[in-house]
C-alpha cells in the first residue's frame, strides 16, 4: 500500500490545522453562532490544505514523545487564539488613537454627525 503523505507532512498540516481553526473559530463573520461548526472545521481544513505547501516546510521535525507533541499542538491553538484576540483590540486602539489625535489638532468630525 503506497502512502500519499508522510507522518512529518501530516504532522506539519496538523499544526497549521490547529492554529487556523483556533482562530476561525472566533474570527469575526466565520466565528458567528449562525455558522454551523462543521463549516467552520471544514473552512479551517481547506485553507489548512491550501496553506499546507507554502508552511509545511516550516514546522520542523515530529517530536519523539507525545508530551512533547501535544505541547507543540497546545501551542498552536492557544497562538491561533491570542492572534484572533489581539488583532481587532489592536485595531480598535489605533482607531481611537487617530481619533483623539484628530480632535486634539482640531480636525473636524467627518463622520457628519455633528
Known amino acids: ?3 500519499y503523505a508522510s507522518a512529518p507532512q501530516i504532522y506539519a498540516a496538523g499544526l497549521i490545522f490547529a492554529r487556523l481553526g483556533a482562530m476561525l473559530m472566533l474570527m469575526p463573520g466565520v466565528g458567528d453562532g ?44 492557544l497562538i491561533g487564539l491570542f ?10 486602539l489605533l ?5 483623539f489625535r484628530d480632535r486634539t489638532e482640531g480636525a473636524e468630525d467627518t463622520s457628519g454627525k455633528g
Open 83 to 92: 492572534l484572533t484576540v489581539t488583532t481587532p483590540v489592536t485595531l480598535i
Open 34 to 77: 449562525s455558522v454551523p461548526a462543521r463549516i467552520r472545521l471544514a473552512f479551517a481544513f481547506l485553507f489548512a490544505l491550501m496553506l499546507f505547501p507554502v508552511l509545511g516546510g516550516e514546522v520542523g521535525a515530529v517530536p519523539a514523545s507525545n508530551g512533547a507533541m501535544f505541547a507543540q499542538i497546545f501551542r498552536e491553538i
Open 1 to 3: 500500500m503506497e502512502a
Open 95 to 99: 482607531a481611537r488613537a487617530a481619533l
